[in-house]
């Protein structure tokens, strides 16, 4: 053999030439976690899978009053139902565990295992205005821990890594995300969401390599410098993962600060009833891929009339998902919210875990004149008119409201002064109509009044 090239030697075509690992690791390691289990075939996946499942279909009819009464009313009487015919068991939607938990406290009928084998409990936040209760045995906790780790080292994250991490701990499911920080073997300097300055602190001191933040913030953190500093991108900062919402996989935010900070931007996305950490995007950013192999058995389906669909690339649908280990509260069929698009069943980096970007949340989907938006698409267009505008913007619209009549009403966030700019306006306008197809109200607003910066951005807000 001739050189001792990296080992990856198929290249996926349509993929830039980047590494997989970030640049300047040096380290031997291996890029990949378990590997056996991130580049296996479909066929091997899913026979894992399945194995698991007809474990937990049995547990779920004889230990979940919920799901057994859920399969009961769909009429399934007591056949098995496999994993290749999932899509014959209803879906289950995030407010049926507000009655799952009124009619059995404290934990709800969907408890599937003894009280006394609960030992960690979070409240994620609900529907409506008390939180729902999430609780979970050992084996949980140690589940979590397995896909978070393959989610953020597939970032990038390695042992030699030093991880400033701003994701919330208290009663909030995020701060699972030490536990896989830990079990990789990084250095974690945790701090508080939107401290910022103990987050410059930190950066400036070069206490840490890589920061784990809501795209908002590191927007936030990115605009901040590149008034302040001289040289932003000086600062000791290589790599910054965002989480927590939708941006990080957006080129005119992701862009921004890669460039202003001289950093790789890669995303992680999780889902708080299924898994805090279960998509982790690798170095060469064509989306993040899906880290719940063996735990989690994911379907795709059209939104408007849940009919399954392919996951193949380019296809765009909700994400549903089959919790297949977890003991204390197993999802079934557990629709995520998120619509996403599917970048890839392929990659570079040996995965074959399929690769996938978020478009937005259902909920903040409207319609205008028959065409579906995301508010996220706005961000894209916005983002090209730095630094007259920050990044940020929102749409306005009524409360419940979902098909809207042109021209839609959206803020842009401008710095301070720069509030009356009526050229802005037009430019904003009409590129919005040109790249999204419909007319809209633009109205800048100052810093200022927009609202909390640096934690996460509210895409809607309602007001009557
Ligand atoms: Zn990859």
Redesign the pocket.
Known sequence: MGSPGPRFAHHVSGMESKGNRLSGDACDRDWIWEREIETASAEDSFRLAAGAWERQFRRLRESSPFYARKFREAGLGSSFVGLADLQNLPLTGKHEFKTALEEDPPFGNNLCVEPNLVKRVYQTSGTTGSPNILALTRADMETWTVMGTRTYYATGIHEHSSVLSTFGAGPFVAGHTHFALLRIGSRTIPVAPGDTERVLFSLRAGIADTLLATASFAQYLANRLEKTDEQPSQIPLTHIVTGGEPGGGIPAIRDHIEKVLGVTVTEVMGIGDVAPSLFGE?P?Q?GM?FCGMGHVWPELIEPETLEPMEIETGAVGELVYTALTREAMPVVRFRGADIVRIEGTS???E?TTF?MRVLGRRDDMFIVRGVNVYPAAILSVVGDYRPRVTGRARVVRQAGEVSVTPPVPIEVEVPDGRESDPKLVDELTEAIHTKLVFRSQVTLVPETEFGEAGYKTKLTVSRS
Do not use: K, M
């Open positions: 690798c060469h064509q891929h990659c570079a980096c995965r690769r």
